[in-house]
Structures are given as C-alpha cells and as structure tokens.
C-alpha cells in the first residue's frame, strides 16, 4: 500500500511556472497536472504531455463518413430507384461521380468534425451537468497551478523546487492511498 | 546568432545551374521554332512553340504576383508568424516586375501578328468583310483592342508598383537604428490592405484577359479564382521549398520547426482550395451540357486526357495523401520532395490552360518543347530570386512581430 501527498503549487505568472516544470521534470518527478487561467504555447512537451491522437481519430471519423455518404447515395440514387437528373441516367455509381462528391465532401467533414467534438467532449467528460474537477477556483482568474501527486520522498525535493523557483503558495492538500493491485 | 549567415551568397553551384538552365532552355526554344511547323496550315505561326513561351511566363509571372499578394495578406491580417522568413517571400515576389516585363513583351509580338495565340489580335477578326470575320469576337471585340491594352498596363504598373513599395518600405525599415513608432509597418500595413483590394479584381480580370481569352468563345465564371489559386499554391511551394533550401545551407537558422510546419499546412490547405475550384468549374459545366460551355471540357477530353488526370491526382490526392500527418509536413525532405512534384503539377496545370485552346487537336503529348520552355523560365526566375534574395539581409529588422516570430510555436 503506497501512500501520495497532494501538492498544489501556486504560481502568479506563466514563466515561473514553465521554470518549474522543466525542473521538476528533470529531477525524475511526474507531473500530474497543470491549471492556468490561458492556454499557453507549447507547455504539452515541458508538462509530458503525450501528443493527441484525436487526428487518429478524426482520419478515421472522415473515412466513416465517405463510405456512409458512397452507401447512402448509391442506394437511394442508383441501386433503390435509379434517378435520371439532367439527362445522365444513374445505371451506375461511377457513370455520375462528379454529381456526388459534394455531398461526400460534406459527409466527411461533417463527420470527421462532429466525431471529434463528441470524442473530446466525452474523453474529458464534458457531459451536460458534470462537476468542474478544478482543484483551485483561483486558476480561472490569474493563478497558475501544478498539480502534482508524490510520495515523501519525491515531495521534499518538489517543495524545495517549487519554492525556488518562485511559486507563491505550496500547499497540501492531504494524502492519496493507493491500492496495490495484487 | 550568427550575423555572417544574415546575409545571403549565391552558392556558385546554385548560379552555374540557373545560367545552364537558361542556356538549354534558350537552346530549346530556338529549337522548338524550327522544330513546330505544320505543312498543311500554312497560317499555323509555330503556335505550339509561341503557347509554351506564354505558359513559362504566364506561370512564373504568377508565382512572383501570388507571392506579393501573401506578402500582402500578411500585412494587411497584422499576422506575425512569418516575419522571420518575410524577406524570401520578398525575393519571390520582387520577380513580378521580370515576369510582366516579359508578358509585355510577348503581347506586344501578339499585337504585331508574330504569334497568334490570340485569335481576337488577328486584324480583320471584327470586319464583316474580312475572311477572318468571327461573329461572336466581333459582338465582344469591345472588351478588346484597346481597352484591353489599357488594362493591361494598369495590371502591370499597379502589381510591379505595390510590390516595388512594400519591399522598399521593408528595406527602409532596417536602415533605421530603432523605428520607435513602427512608421514603415503601418505605411505597409495601408498599402497590404489597398493591395487586397486591387489585387482581388485584377487578378480576376487579368487572368480573363491573358489566360480565358485563349479561347475567346468561351467564359467561366469561376475561372479567376482557378487561376489564383493555382498561383497561390505555386507560390507557396516555391517560398518553402527556398526556405527549406537555404536552411540546409545554414542560412535562416533562427526559423522555427513551426514556421516550416505552417508553410506546410499553407501548401497542404491551398491544393484543397485548387482542386476545389478546379472540380467546381469542371462540374458545373458537366452538370448543365451547355455546348457553349462544354466545348472547353471536350478538348480537353478528346485530346488531352492523360494530362487533365494528372494534373487533378498529382496536384490534389498526392498533397492529400503526402501532407496529411503533422510529421510530414515538418520533414524536410518530405516538404522538398512534394513541392517539386506539385510545382511540376501546377505548371503542367497552365499548360492545360493553354494549350487546347492553342493547339488544339494537333496536340502530340509532352515533349522537349514544354520542357525547354519550362527549364528556361525556371533559370531566369532562379537567377533572379536568388540574387533578390542577396539584396537584402535575410533577417528583417525594426519589424514589430520579430519577437513573436522567433518564437512562434503551434
């Protein structure tokens, strides 16, 4: 059973911050979080922030919603009930494929983008009625925050880092346990 | 940072090979007038030869306006993202003054009846007495003659004078030891945005004058747009591979990642723009069959088949497919190896812009001509670029978003 202190390190400004993390990451500690009232440029590398795979996903929203779009107008225009607009009979898909690739074009942005809106909405867990998992009120204001999860030995050295580096509050916010596993 | 490299040199080897371009390609061109006869025509004034000589200038004339117009934007959108790498986009856009001197030129040849890529320059096309009468030139021969020359010139004189000002304003600048009040960016900031202006109908009519009127029978509204977006990603393609170029030389060291990341995602975006118009175009006039407007595609169809698919796959699935992932588009030679191939494309492009309505059905493929032509302009577009790009140091200074470009990160 291994226990974690909860630290909160409170910064004014965004370049100590920055400072911080870049030491603290050097010294082997894992940054849990980090809260500020702005997005800041280029923070996801110094915090370790894995990159995004939402482009993954929307590839694969975008490739749904052509085939969706191919499969509808094939059935409704040539298979179902072939139409004949302006003289070009629709014996075939690819006799009129021009006709039909705005409305795939439209498919797969329309997917792709709403698919990546849902997928970040419920990766996050932005649903209606959700709690705000803000540590902090003040970093919606002007406060910039670290959260970080340590055990004691690792916590010493981030206070004296965070101290150092200029934060202007490190508070503990009580210890986490966690379960072994087996 | 390393002040020697502020200041470009023109590699020998980069000035040898544009020198030898234009001499093969000078070679190629005299070649092509004894080469492009057609026995049984005789009113046949080596047209083929003549419409390459036009697409090699037309092309790299656009690419020097398109850069002006990007120059432009930039001022006029205040955006900072690009100033570290403003003076090679300057470099390319200081070529439209060549490139319209050499339109000039080849109207002016036009105008005489040396060529005869015009078929409204032909004198007696408007008299309805003459053998060459043309009912439908003569209902529009208005829009012609000289009211033609007229805009014609004023094209000419506003882009090369915008360009001209911008860049000197630019240049100014740096002789200043502090420009406390950023006087010469607002001054270009005024003129970016007057540039939009004029810019956003001449290029428009410039393109129905020079390009659309090759084959005078036939109009389409969408055709300015398909033109400058042709020109737009041709100049993009050209302003990244030269920063790309002269960052492997050493030069442009303080460009970031994300600036070549976002000239990336410009090239990847305007391929999307180009082939949209260029679908929208062939599409609405596929849709209605009207002969009058379909007469365009059918040339194109008939005789030119196996250019008109690759123009569409190299320059539209080949930027989709190579450019999609953010790895690419920050691999250098991933960058270089696509923007040669689309710049091939896009010049491949104003030959099928040109040439049906030249040519026509004589057309017999690709050969050394279009090559010749090709390899001259390129030549003489480098040559002068590059020794632009010497003209002034490559970092600009007293500008008020060098800061945040030399840290511009996405």
Request: with cysteine.
């Given at each position: 059973?291994?226990?974690?202190?909860?630290?909160?390190?409170?910064?004014?400004?965004?370049?100590?911050?920055?400072?911080?993390?870049?030491?603290?990451?050097?010294?082997?500690?894992?940054?849990?979080?980090?809260?500020?009232?702005?997005?800041?440029?280029?923070?996801?590398?110094?915090?370790?922030?894995?990159?995004?795979?939402?482009?993954?996903?929307?590839?694969?929203?975008?490739?749904?919603?052509?085939?969706?779009?191919?499969?509808?107008?094939?059935?409704?225009?040539?298979?179902?009930?072939?139409?004949?607009?302006?003289?070009?009979?629709?014996?075939?898909?690819?006799?009129?494929?021009?006709?039909?690739?705005?409305?795939?074009?439209?498919?797969?942005?329309?997917?792709?983008?709403?698919?990546?809106?849902?997928?970040?909405?419920?990766?996050?867990?932005?649903?209606?009625?959700?709690?705000?998992?803000?540590?902090?009120?003040?970093?919606?204001?002007?406060?910039?925050?670290?959260?970080?999860?340590?055990?004691?030995?690792?916590?010493?050295?981030?206070?004296?880092?965070?101290?150092?580096?200029?934060?202007?509050?490190?508070?503990?916010?009580?210890?986490?346990?966690?379960?072994?596993?087996? | 940072?390393?002040?020697?490299?502020?200041?470009?040199?023109?590699?020998?080897?980069?000035?040898?090979?544009?020198?030898?371009?234009?001499?093969?390609?000078?070679?190629?061109?005299?070649?092509?007038?004894?080469?492009?006869?057609?026995?049984?025509?005789?009113?046949?004034?080596?047209?083929?030869?003549?419409?390459?000589?036009?697409?090699?200038?037309?092309?790299?004339?656009?690419?020097?306006?398109?850069?002006?117009?990007?120059?432009?934007?930039?001022?006029?959108?205040?955006?900072?993202?690009?100033?570290?790498?403003?003076?090679?986009?300057?470099?390319?856009?200081?070529?439209?003054?060549?490139?319209?001197?050499?339109?000039?030129?080849?109207?002016?040849?036009?105008?005489?009846?040396?060529?005869?890529?015009?078929h409204w320059?032909l004198?007696g096309v408007a008299?309805?007495?003459s053998?060459h009468y043309d009912?439908?030139i003569a209902?529009?021969?208005?829009?012609?003659?000289?009211?033609?020359?007229?805009?014609?010139?004023?094209?000419?004189?506003?882009?090369?004078?915008?360009?001209?000002?911008?860049?000197?304003?630019?240049?100014?600048?740096?002789?200043?030891?502090?420009?406390?009040?950023?006087?010469?960016?607002?001054?270009?900031?005024?003129?970016?945005?007057?540039?939009?202006?004029?810019?956003?109908?001449?290029?428009?009519?410039?393109?129905?004058?020079?390009?659309?009127?090759?084959?005078?029978?036939?109009?389409?509204?969408?055709?300015?747009?398909?033109?400058?977006?042709?020109?737009?990603?041709?100049?993009?393609?050209?302003?990244?591979?030269?920063?790309?170029?002269?960052?492997?030389?050493?030069?442009?060291?303080?460009?970031?990642?994300?600036?070549?990341?976002?000239?990336?995602?410009?090239?990847?975006?305007?391929?999307?723009?180009?082939?949209?118009?260029?679908?929208?175009?062939?599409?609405?006039?596929?849709?209605?069959?009207?002969?009058?407007?379909?007469?365009?595609?059918?040339?194109?169809?008939?005789?030119?088949?196996?250019?008109?698919?690759?123009?569409?796959?190299?320059?539209?699935?080949?930027?989709?497919?190579?450019?999609?992932?953010?790895?690419?588009?920050?691999?250098?030679?991933?960058?270089?190896?696509?923007?040669?191939?689309?710049?091939?494309?896009?010049?491949?492009?104003?030959?099928?812009?040109?040439?049906?309505?030249?040519?026509?059905?004589?057309?017999?493929?690709?050969?050394?001509?279009?090559?010749?032509?090709?390899?001259?302009?390129?030549?003489?577009?480098?040559?002068?670029?590059?020794?632009?790009?010497?003209?002034?140091?490559?970092?600009?200074?007293?500008?008020?978003?060098?800061?945040?470009?030399?840290?511009?990160?996405?």
């Amino acid at each position: 059973m291994a226990t974690k202190q909860i630290i909160h390190g409170v910064f004014g400004d965004e370049e100590p911050l920055l400072e911080a993390c870049k030491k603290l990451r050097a010294s082997g500690i894992r940054i849990k979080d980090v809260f500020t009232p702005f997005p800041i440029h280029g923070i996801d590398p110094i915090v370790g922030v894995p990159r995004t795979r939402i482009a993954i996903c929307a590839f694969i929203y975008g490739i749904t919603g052509t085939s969706l779009a191919t499969l509808m107008m094939w059935y409704m225009m040539v298979h179902d009930w072939p139409n004949d607009i302006g003289g070009k009979p629709n014996w075939a898909y690819y006799f009129n494929v021009p006709a039909f690739i705005p409305i795939t074009f439209e498919s797969t942005v329309f997917c792709a983008a709403h698919g990546m809106a849902l997928t970040y909405f419920l990766r996050c867990w932005l649903v209606p009625g959700a709690k705000a998992k803000n540590p902090d009120p003040r970093t919606t204001d002007d406060k910039f925050l670290i959260y970080l999860e340590l055990n004691d030995e690792q916590s010493k050295k981030a206070d004296e880092i965070l101290r150092a580096t200029g934060a202007e509050e490190v508070n503990y916010k009580g210890t986490l346990t966690i379960e072994p596993k087996y | 940072m390393n002040t020697e490299k502020l200041n470009f040199v023109i590699p020998s080897k980069a000035k040898m090979l544009s020198i030898a371009l234009m001499v093969i390609g000078l070679i190629c061109i005299a070649l092509m007038f004894a080469f492009d006869k057609q026995a049984d025509d005789p009113e046949y004034h080596h047209t083929r030869a003549w419409a390459n000589i036009f697409a090699g200038s037309f092309f790299f004339m656009a690419i020097g306006l398109a850069a002006a117009f990007f120059l432009g934007l930039q001022y006029a959108a205040e955006a900072g993202w690009a100033t570290t790498v403003k003076r090679v986009i300057e470099g390319v856009a200081m070529y439209v003054q060549w490139g319209v001197s050499i339109l000039l030129l080849f109207f002016i040849l036009g105008q005489l009846q040396v060529h005869h890529i015009y078929h409204w320059m032909l004198s007696g096309v408007a008299d309805a007495g003459s053998q060459h009468y043309d009912k439908v030139i003569a209902d529009k021969i208005g829009y012609f003659g000289v009211f033609w020359w007229i805009r014609t010139i004023l094209y000419m004189i506003g882009w090369s004078w915008f360009t001209w000002k911008l860049v000197k304003n630019s240049r100014e600048a740096d002789k200043l030891d502090k420009d406390t009040n950023n006087s010469f960016h607002w001054k270009n900031i005024k003129l970016g945005a007057w540039f939009m202006v004029v810019f956003a109908v001449t290029s428009s009519t410039s393109s129905w004058d020079w390009v659309m009127s090759i084959d005078t029978h036939w109009f389409s509204t969408l055709f300015g747009w398909y033109t400058f977006s042709g020109m737009w990603i041709s100049a993009l393609v050209t302003i990244t591979m030269l920063v790309v170029w002269l960052k492997r030389l050493g030069y442009l060291e303080y460009v970031t990642e994300s600036t070549i990341h976002d000239l990336g995602k410009w090239m990847f975006a305007i391929s999307f723009l180009w082939t949209y118009l260029y679908f929208s175009q062939f599409m609405l006039i596929w849709y209605s069959d009207i002969p009058e407007e379909v007469v365009y595609f059918q040339t194109r169809w008939e005789s030119y088949k196996a250019l008109m698919w690759t123009v569409f796959f190299v320059n539209f699935a080949f930027p989709m497919i190579m450019l999609m992932s953010r790895d690419s588009k920050r691999n250098f030679f991933f960058l270089m190896f696509v923007g040669t191939i689309i710049f091939i494309g896009h010049y491949l492009d104003v030959i099928m812009i040109v040439m049906p309505g030249t040519v026509g059905h004589a057309w017999t493929g690709l050969s050394w001509m279009e090559l010749g032509s090709f390899l001259f302009f390129l030549g003489l577009f480098l040559f002068v670029v590059l020794r632009n790009l010497t003209k002034a140091p490559l970092l600009v200074k007293n500008h008020p978003f060098l800061e945040e470009s030399l840290h511009h990160t996405t």
